[in-house]
């Protein structure tokens, strides 16, 4: 199956783009991500001094020869880092109803972060929360992964309110998971969840989505309807405007704090903005948090 | 066609004046949409309906002026306007049991009934009939016959006429009453010239030979229902006790035994002279070939104060008091008629007052149509409800779907 053109446009933005882990992995794979431990590897990191236990063939017999003393020649080691992509379908990314938006922009960023991982060695699968139940990729590494997210995603439909927390817990081994999502749905659970795996030594990325709509509402009277809860209807004036600005505002710092101090790398995306540059900002450690 | 309380037409003109305004201030309730984040705005009412010049539901709003229109005319009292006449005539004829010959009274109330406008029988209460006046007088001839016809009243004739000028002062310039009666003495009593009064005019009276009072009138034979075995009487399954019995105008209240019941019902030979308090018969009259018999089922006290009563002594009298009515039936004085007739012109309808307590028959019909058409402006209101409905789902989901 061949991609749509804008996906195609957005694998070539994010090709030089490799999603490097923030933290040092657990010992594993080969991979292109810095292990926990130190190996034996040819890349020399540094001396330690040979204790009872260790291996003796990893004593630097040069070093003994001159010195005298036993010493192990360490090296840095480096792993793989699974990676589990979760995407939000609900109603709510079904934004605007006619253009789709907001749910387009999460497909092309979950496509844009998958490339970045599978860049890195890393394998990466994919689930994705919708109405009917859960979409699942496994775990793969191999060539035509991405492919295989970016068509999977070409059939979702968003819709109904299907809730991500569970899906936090179907995949065992990833080392990194990124949480494509706009946080209406079932968003406490979603951080304990979150921060139980942030605690557990896992990176999670929880990418917020917005709609600049959301943010800068039409300046006029509307009676506005939630898509994922029909008998939730406000009314949306002049003089509740600002107040919605002002809530609406506050809301988001407030997640922002309470993810960012669960230990998840919390990035706040607004539709507007490139999807390659969004990839980007969320994957390299020192452009998170910042919007453009 | 004229109006008795025109001012309903204002208000109403006014009211569909209102109606067709706000047909045209519409309100429209703002744009929908959807919005994710809607749960942050702040959830407190505010006022969004919007008003715009823009008319709408023309058919609903012809049903309301229509409706408003119909409640007006009604409650304003229509009345079509009688033909113009310069003088209306109100025939009054006599039926009481005074009229001596009932052909006579036919002749002469025949000579005015094709000019009167208005024809008024009247015995003790007077009736204003619409139609064949002159079979109500030939029934009365053969009623006449038996003694069963009631004294006549001079002053219910005179209200009754009163009332029908009323009635007929928008269709004429004049009013004049005409009484065929034989102004027997009976027929007057203490209000009939205060009444007089309140005619403003000349009445012209005919007059008709009275009645001679009946043979039958006279001592009366006296019967008891416990002695005679009459067959006007059954004996009652089970005696009861009543407190009073009337008979003429005298009552006794008494402890009675009641222990007959009437077992037949009265008819033109014969009437219910006394009866219970609750109504039932207590004394029958029947009149004979040769004499009045009067059967009574009244057990009269033999002992006891009641004896001592005066009204006993008056209940006694009336019981034993001669067959049928009192009747005076002597012509009244020349003075009195003189009272009766009057001086002056006939009446100007000026000078009498509108019936306006009275329901105008077009009414009835006016506000029956304006219920209806309530009806059906309620069934319109509701289809435009529905069409509006489906029209607002439709294009969301064509939005929707797009």
Same mark, same amino acid.
């Given at each position: 199956?061949?991609l749509?053109?804008?996906?195609?446009?957005l694998?070539?933005?994010?090709? =030089?783009i490799?999603?490097?882990?923030r933290?040092?992995?657990p010992?594993?794979?080969?991979?292109?991500?810095?292990?926990?431990?130190l190996?034996?590897?040819?890349?020399?990191?540094?001396?330690?001094e040979?204790?009872?236990?260790?291996?003796p063939r990893?004593? %630097?017999?040069?070093?003994?020869?001159?010195?005298?003393?036993?010493?192990l020649?360490?090296s840095?080691?480096?792993?793989?880092l699974?990676?589990?992509?979760?995407v939000?379908a609900?109603g709510?990314?079904a934004?605007p109803?006619?253009?789709l938006e907001?749910?387009?922009?999460?497909?092309?960023?979950?496509?844009?972060?998958?490339?970045?991982a599978h860049r890195? &060695?890393?394998?990466? &699968?994919?689930?994705?929360a919708?109405?009917?139940?859960?979409?699942?990729?496994?775990l793969?590494?191999?060539?035509?992964?991405?492919?295989?997210?970016?068509?999977? #995603?070409?059939d +979702?439909? $968003?819709?109904?309110?299907?809730?991500?927390t569970?899906?936090?817990r179907?995949?065992?081994?990833?080392?990194?998971?990124?949480i494509?999502?706009?946080?209406?749905?079932?968003? %406490?659970?979603?951080l304990?969840?979150?921060a139980?795996?942030a605690a557990?030594?896992r990176?999670?990325?929880?990418?917020?989505?917005?709609?600049?709509?959301?943010l800068d509402? $039409?300046?006029?009277?509307?009676?506005?309807? %939630?898509?994922?809860?029909?008998d939730?209807?406000?009314?949306?004036?002049?003089?509740?405007?600002q107040?919605?600005?002002d809530?609406?505002?506050?809301?988001?710092?407030?997640?922002?704090?309470?993810w960012r101090?669960?230990?998840?790398?919390?990035t706040? +995306?607004v539709?507007?903005?490139? =999807?390659?540059r969004?990839?980007?900002?969320?994957?390299t450690?020192?452009l998170a948090?910042?919007?453009r | 066609m004229?109006?008795?309380?025109?001012?309903f037409?204002?208000v109403a003109?006014?009211?569909?004046?209102?109606?067709?305004?706000?047909?045209?201030v519409?309100?429209?309730?703002?744009e929908?949409?959807?919005?994710?984040?809607?749960?942050f705005?702040?959830?407190?009412?505010?006022?969004?309906?919007r008003?715009?010049?823009?008319?709408?539901?023309?058919?609903?709003?012809l049903?309301?002026?229509?409706?408003?229109?119909l409640?007006?005319?009604?409650?304003?009292?229509?009345?079509?306007?009688? =033909?113009?006449?310069?003088?209306a005539?109100?025939l009054?004829?006599?039926?009481?049991?005074?009229?001596?010959?009932?052909t006579?009274?036919?002749?002469?109330?025949?000579?005015?009934?094709s000019?009167?406008?208005?024809v008024?029988?009247?015995?003790?209460?007077?009736r204003e009939?619409?139609?064949?006046?002159g %079979?109500?007088i030939?029934?009365?001839?053969?009623?006449?016959?038996?003694?069963?016809a009631?004294?006549?009243?001079?002053?219910?004739?005179?209200?009754?006429?009163?009332r029908?000028?009323?009635?007929?002062?928008d269709?004429a310039?004049s009013?004049?009453?005409?009484?065929v009666?034989?102004?027997?003495?009976?027929?007057?009593?203490?209000?009939?010239?205060?009444?007089?009064?309140?005619?403003?005019?000349r009445?012209?009276?005919?007059?008709?030979?009275?009645a001679?009072?009946?043979?039958s009138?006279?001592?009366?034979?006296?019967?008891?229902?416990d002695?005679?075995?009459?067959v006007?009487w059954?004996?009652? $399954?089970?005696?009861?006790?009543v407190?009073?019995v009337r008979?003429?105008?005298?009552?006794?209240?008494?402890?009675?035994?009641?222990?007959?019941?009437?077992?037949?019902?009265a008819?033109s030979?014969?009437?219910?002279?006394?009866?219970?308090?609750?109504?039932?018969?207590?004394?029958?009259e029947r009149?004979?070939?040769?004499q009045?018999?009067?059967t009574?089922a009244?057990p #009269?006290p033999?002992s006891g104060?009641?004896?001592?009563?005066? &009204?006993?002594?008056r209940f006694l009298?009336?019981?034993?008091?001669p067959c049928?009515?009192?009747?005076a039936?002597?012509p009244? $004085?020349s003075?009195?008629?003189?009272?009766?007739r009057?001086?002056?012109?006939?009446?100007?309808?000026g000078?009498?007052?509108?019936q306006d307590a009275?329901?105008?028959?077009?009414?009835?019909?006016?506000?029956?149509?304006?219920?209806?058409?309530?009806l059906?402006?309620?069934?319109?209101?509701r289809?435009?409800?529905?069409?509006?409905?489906?029209?607002?789902?439709r294009?969301?989901?064509?939005?929707?779907?797009a």
């Amino acid at each position: 199956m061949t991609l749509a053109p804008a996906d195609s446009a957005l694998l070539d933005a994010v090709r =030089p783009i490799r999603w490097l882990g923030r933290k040092r992995a657990p010992a594993g794979l080969a991979g292109h991500h810095l292990s926990r431990t130190l190996g034996v590897s040819p890349e020399f990191t540094e001396y330690r001094e040979y204790r009872q236990g260790d291996d003796p063939r990893r004593i %630097d017999w040069k070093v003994l020869a001159r010195s005298d003393r036993a010493y192990l020649r360490l090296s840095n080691d480096r792993t793989v880092l699974p990676t589990v992509l979760v995407v939000d379908a609900s109603g709510s990314l079904a934004y605007p109803s006619q253009t789709l938006e907001k749910w387009r922009h999460a497909r092309l960023l979950a496509i844009g972060l998958a490339a970045a991982a599978h860049r890195a &060695g890393d394998p990466v &699968g994919l689930l994705v929360a919708t109405a009917t139940g859960p979409r699942r990729l496994p775990l793969r590494a191999r060539r035509g992964t991405v492919h295989d997210i970016a068509n999977a #995603l070409a059939d +979702v439909v $968003p819709g109904g309110s299907p809730e991500l927390t569970p899906l936090l817990r179907v995949f065992r081994s990833p080392r990194r998971v990124a949480i494509v999502t706009d946080l209406l749905g079932d968003t %406490d659970a979603l951080l304990k969840a979150g921060a139980e795996l942030a605690a557990s030594g896992r990176e999670v990325y929880l990418v917020h989505l917005v709609h600049p709509a959301e943010l800068d509402p $039409p300046r006029q009277t509307l009676l506005l309807e %939630d898509p994922e809860r029909r008998d939730l209807k406000r009314l949306l004036a002049d003089a509740t405007r600002q107040r919605y600005v002002d809530t609406f505002r506050a809301w988001r710092a407030a997640q922002a704090r309470a993810w960012r101090g669960a230990g998840v790398y919390y990035t706040e +995306v607004v539709t507007d903005e490139l =999807p390659a540059r969004s990839v980007r900002r969320i994957v390299t450690p020192t452009l998170a948090g910042i919007r453009r | 066609m004229i109006f008795l309380a025109p001012a309903f037409l204002a208000v109403a003109g006014l009211a569909a004046l209102v109606v067709i305004g706000l047909h045209f201030v519409s309100t429209r309730d703002p744009e929908s949409d959807v919005l994710p984040t809607v749960r942050f705005v702040p959830d407190h009412p505010v006022r969004a309906t919007r008003a715009a010049a823009r008319f709408q539901d023309g058919w609903l709003m012809l049903l309301r002026v229509l409706l408003v229109l119909l409640v007006g005319v009604a409650l304003a009292r229509p009345q079509f306007r009688p =033909p113009h006449r310069t003088i209306a005539r109100v025939l009054a004829v006599d039926l009481s049991r005074a009229v001596g010959n009932p052909t006579e009274l036919a002749d002469s109330a025949g000579k005015y009934f094709s000019d009167a406008t208005a024809v008024i029988l009247f015995d003790a209460a007077g009736r204003e009939v619409t139609r064949r006046p002159g %079979d109500s007088i030939a029934a009365f001839a053969t009623a006449r016959r038996s003694f069963a016809a009631p004294r006549g009243s001079l002053s219910a004739a005179l209200i009754t006429a009163r009332r029908a000028a009323a009635r007929l002062r928008d269709g004429a310039d004049s009013l004049e009453l005409v009484i065929v009666s034989p102004f027997a003495e009976e027929e007057r009593d203490a209000a009939t010239i205060p009444i007089r009064a309140l005619w403003p005019g000349r009445i012209t009276t005919v007059r008709v030979s009275s009645a001679a009072v009946p043979s039958s009138a006279g001592p009366v034979k006296v019967e008891w229902a416990d002695s005679s075995g009459s067959v006007l009487w059954a004996r009652r $399954p089970r005696p009861d006790t009543v407190t009073a019995v009337r008979a003429g105008d005298a009552v006794m209240v008494h402890p009675f035994v009641r222990r007959w019941q009437a077992a037949v019902e009265a008819d033109s030979a014969t009437r219910v002279y006394a009866r219970w308090v609750d109504g039932e018969p207590a004394a029958f009259e029947r009149m004979s070939p040769t004499q009045c018999i009067r059967t009574i089922a009244i057990p #009269l006290p033999t002992s006891g104060d009641a004896l001592l009563r005066p &009204g006993f002594q008056r209940f006694l009298s009336s019981l034993v008091a001669p067959c049928g009515h009192p009747m005076a039936l002597a012509p009244l $004085p020349s003075s009195f008629m003189e009272i009766i007739r009057g001086i002056g012109p006939l009446v100007a309808t000026g000078s009498v007052e509108r019936q306006d307590a009275r329901a105008t028959p077009v009414a009835p019909w006016l506000l029956g149509v304006a219920a209806l058409l309530a009806l059906v402006e309620i069934t319109v209101r509701r289809r435009h409800a529905t069409r509006r409905r489906f029209a607002d789902e439709r294009s969301r989901r064509s939005s929707e779907a797009a």
